[in-house]
């Protein structure tokens, strides 16, 4: 396994900071010719590190939707990312992209008095229906939007705190894990890949590879994404950690085990998921507590799901054989 470099501090992990591109670079020039590192493009077990949404709005204390358990995930993948180095083909990432206008923000939704919902409130079909809540554009396609979601039972509409804006520090890739990229990017001569979702104002995307909704009033407003699909079902592995067990890192594994159970399913070996990087959204303080609320639980039950059907539940410790 590889050393870890000089300039990583486990403590910074949980902090804000501006990348250390200049430091990165030069300690990665050292490591390289220090340690002989061949450049990716030579390996012959080629093999991804997906993570996904590992930003700052969902993995740093006093961000909107902290997830608990994120810093430490973090600090597991870093270091697994560090040691590894040598085997690690390409690293890429999901990121989470919103604007403040999207249909599950509060300034989409208002009520008679004109006030916003709070953030976790559940807006359901009947909700819509009754006025409850009124869209402040597109009333029809917000009506036919939950209607779907609901037909779908995976979620019910939750307007979520504002999180991870365009153009906001809550956007960016958590800095300690930022340097990690970097570092990996320089020393092996592989461009480290970017995945936005979440852009279209008219639908949730939990997963990377699709919204939850993909047409309304006749219109596309999201497809499965093929060809970001394509790309890490052509390595040999797929490495998958990130934010949040429960919701975008189930989903997007969950719409990778229907399309390769319907297209080619020898390729649900290639999935390994890093069980102790990753953390679920915690259960909501509701007595009694609805089990789809019970998010820890969902979580684990899905990823045992998840082991049955051919997917490799591992651990950061676990060595890459």
Known sequence: MMPLPRFYDPAMVRNVYVERVGLVAEAADAFKKKNKIAPASQDRLRIAAFG????????????????PGAVEDTSRTIEWLYRNLDRITQVAFSLD???????FHPAWWIDDDGKHPAPFTNISLADVRDGKWRPIAHPAECLEYVKQLEKAGKYVLTVWPYHTLLGGVSHAL???LMEAAMFHALVRQAQTHFETKGTHAMTENYSVLAPEVRELGGKSVGTFNAAFFKMLMDFDRVYVFGQAKSHCVLSTLRDMQEHIAGTDPSLMDKIYVLEDATSPVPAPPIDPLPPALDFPRVADKAFEELEAAGMHIVKTTDPIA
């Open 52 to 67: 996904i949404d590992c930003q700052v709005g969902f993995s740093t204390p006093g961000a909107s939707l902290f997830v």
């Open 174 to 176: 958590v800095p300690a």
């Open 97 to 103: 992209t919103h604007r403040v206008f999207q249909i």
